[in-house]
């Protein structure tokens, strides 16, 4: 009965593949209320954790926006820096950006979005659904398991010398563990 039961779980692992393999936490954000409201959150339903945006842009985004993501790993007790630059999304979608670990997290999350990453950025309700890692994800071939700082800050330049706006920043904490598969 006992080996049964074993073999029946060793099944289902090897048949479900897709696992999550993160946790998310310590979120905060800002958005600008010049432009946007809603909410950016955090969910986790029997320890599967996903990352989520439900915000209404209230006005037209256009001219540059330049978009700061800022990735840090802890090793040993310290952060170090794995990515930090800057991406003008009026110019360059950022699934086509010459960083791969950028391209990589850009192409997995158009998967749960319902608006395009690259701008103009029109009036209108933007959603980010339950954004999370399984085993499967090519993000994991990229940056090993561990502890990550995630800080990102998007800046709004209307005009070529119009002084930078910022429109939202989050900053969340994530961890990655290997999955058995
Ligand atoms: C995204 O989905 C919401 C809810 O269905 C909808 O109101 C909104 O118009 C959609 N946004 C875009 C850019 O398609």
Same mark, same amino acid.
């Given at each position: 009965m006992f080996k049964q039961w074993a073999l029946l779980v060793l099944l289902v692992q090897l048949i479900d593949k897709s696992v999550a393999v993160v946790r998310f936490e310590n979120l905060k954000? *800002?958005?600008?209320?010049?432009?946007?409201?809603g909410n950016i959150f955090i969910k986790s339903q029997n320890d599967k954790y996903s990352f989520? @945006? =439900?915000? *209404?842009? @209230?006005?037209?985004v256009e001219g540059s926006v330049i978009i700061t993501p800022h990735l840090q790993h802890l090793i040993k007790g310290e952060y170090h820096t794995m990515v930090n630059i800057d991406l003008d999304t009026c110019k360059v979608d950022p699934s086509m950006s010459e960083n791969p670990i950028v391209r990589t997290i850009a192409k997995e999350s158009t998967k749960f979005i319902n608006f395009s990453l690259m701008c103009p950025y029109n009036p209108g309700r933007y959603l980010l659904n339950d954004f999370t890692l399984d085993s499967e994800s090519p993000l994991l071939k990229l940056i090993p398991n561990g502890k990550y700082k995630m800080h990102l800050k998007a800046n709004?330049? $209307?005009?070529? =010398?119009?002084? $930078?706006i910022m429109l939202f920043m989050y900053s969340i904490d994530f961890e990655l563990f290997a999955a058995a598969s």
């Open positions: 954000y *800002e958005l600008n209320k010049d432009y946007m409201h989520g @945006a =439900d915000v *209404e842009l @209230a006005k037209k709004h330049y $209307p005009t070529p =010398d119009s002084a $930078p």
